[in-house]
């Protein structure tokens, strides 16, 4: 008895397994959360620290087979602080960032585990920039209108919550002072779907 039972068990959780990973689906959802921006430059001499800033908008992601496709549509802050000879810089940037992610998921029952790639193309809505004292106003950080990035991440599914960490490996080079450097992230969401298909 006990091995029917135990035959059962796996039976019917191999079936929601595999039709978890199957079936199509649909979802469209809201997310939000906060990055850390760090600009990288193998030519310069700047130190360059970790800024916070934020992120949010709107997601979907189409699924069959174990795999699923998703692209998404937020507004993003950077913030970042170079210090260059003893002074300070800061520069904000507000984004419309847009990910096409290809990736894969494990699990069932409202569980499982995501991972994912994919290029993002980000558009720049404003900047405001703060020069130190000694950098003067001859030095500036001039973030482009359109950058790109690659992104690497991995999510937790938690019934309808959504936990992302992503890195963003910028691809397009910024210019500061007479450097180049690239802006990278981390950035940390958390994601619910309001419609699912």
Do not use: C, H
Request: hydrophobic content about 40%; charged content about 15%.
């Amino acid at each position: 008895m006990k091995k029917l039972i135990l035959t059962l068990t796996i039976f019917a959780a191999a079936i929601t397994f595999s039709k978890a990973q199957v079936i199509p689906s649909f979802q469209l959802g809201i997310k939000g959360g906060v990055n850390f921006s760090k600009l990288s430059s193998s030519t310069s001499t700047f130190d360059a620290s970790n800024r916070a800033g934020y992120l949010g908008g709107l997601w979907a992601r189409v699924g069959a087979l174990g795999f699923n496709f998703q692209p998404e549509l937020y507004v993003t802050g950077k913030n970042v602080e170079v210090t260059d000879n003893g002074s300070s810089y800061k520069a904000k940037f507000t984004s419309l960032d847009v990910p096409l992610l290809f990736g894969g998921k494990v699990g069932a029952f409202g569980f499982g585990g995501r991972f994912y790639t994919g290029p993002l193309v980000s558009f720049k809505l404003s900047d405001s920039q703060s020069l130190g004292d000694a950098l003067g106003n001859a030095t500036s950080f001039k973030f482009k209108n359109q950058n790109y990035a690659w992104v690497f991440g991995a999510g937790v599914d938690i019934r309808n919550i959504s936990l992302d960490l992503r890195y963003e490996a910028g691809l397009s080079k910024q210019t500061f002072g007479n450097s180049d450097a690239k802006v990278n992230l981390f950035n940390l969401s958390l994601a619910v779907p309001i419609f699912k298909l």
